[in-house]
C-alpha cells in the first residue's frame, strides 16, 4: 500500500474514531478543506488547525449517534487520493436518520494532508485530478 493511501486511510479511521488530535496531526499547517458544496448549513471553507478542528467538531456536534464507513480508496500518483465513504447518523435533537455518501479528493504535500475537497460524485473527483473516471489522463481536445 502506498504511503499516501496509509495517510488517508489512517486519518479517515481516526475521523470515524471521532480522534480529533490524531486527525490534525496528519494535516499540513496549511490545510484546506472545502465542503463549500455541501448541503449542511456549515458548508464552507476550513484552513489552518483551527479550522480543521472547527470542521471536524461540527461534523460531531450535530449527531447523537454516527458512523463512517470508508468505502473505496483510490491511489492517484503522485500526491492525491480519491476517497468514497459513507456517514449514518441521527440528527442530535431532531433524531432524525441521515445517509450520506461522500466523495472527496485528499492531496498530500510533505507526507500531510494539505488539501481535502468535497465532490458531487466520482466523475467529478477524477475530472479535478485531470482524468477520466477509468483512471486516464484526460488531454485536452484540439481546437
Given amino acids: ?11 479517515l479511521r481516526r475521523f470515524s474514531e471521532q480522534a480529533i488530535d490524531g486527525i490534525v496531526e496528519e494535516a499540513h499547517s496549511e490545510i484546506e478543506i472545502d465542503y463549500s ?8 471553507v476550513y484552513r489552518g488547525h483551527a479550522g480543521c478542528r472547527a470542521f471536524l467538531r461540527g461534523r460531531y456536534e450535530d449527531f447523537e449517534e454516527r458512523s463512517f464507513e470508508t468505502v473505496e480508496l483510490i491511489d492517484v500518483p503522485p500526491s492525491a487520493v480519491v476517497a468514497v465513504g459513507r456517514m449514518r447518523g441521527t440528527g442530535r435533537g431532531s433524531g432524525v436518520a441521515v445517509e450520506a455518501r461522500s466523495v472527496t479528493v485528499w492531496t498530500l504535500r510533505d507526507g500531510k494532508v494539505e ?14 485530478l485531470g482524468l477520466s473516471e477509468d483512471g486516464h489522463r484526460q488531454t485536452a481536445k484540439p481546437s
Fill in 1 to 11: 500500500m502506498s504511503e499516501n493511501l496509509e495517510l488517508v486511510r489512517r486519518a
Fill in 115 to 128: 488539501h481535502i475537497k468535497l465532490c458531487r460524485s466520482r466523475a467529478e473527483a477524477f475530472e479535478r
Fill in 37 to 44: 458544496g455541501s448541503d449542511a448549513p456549515d458548508a464552507s
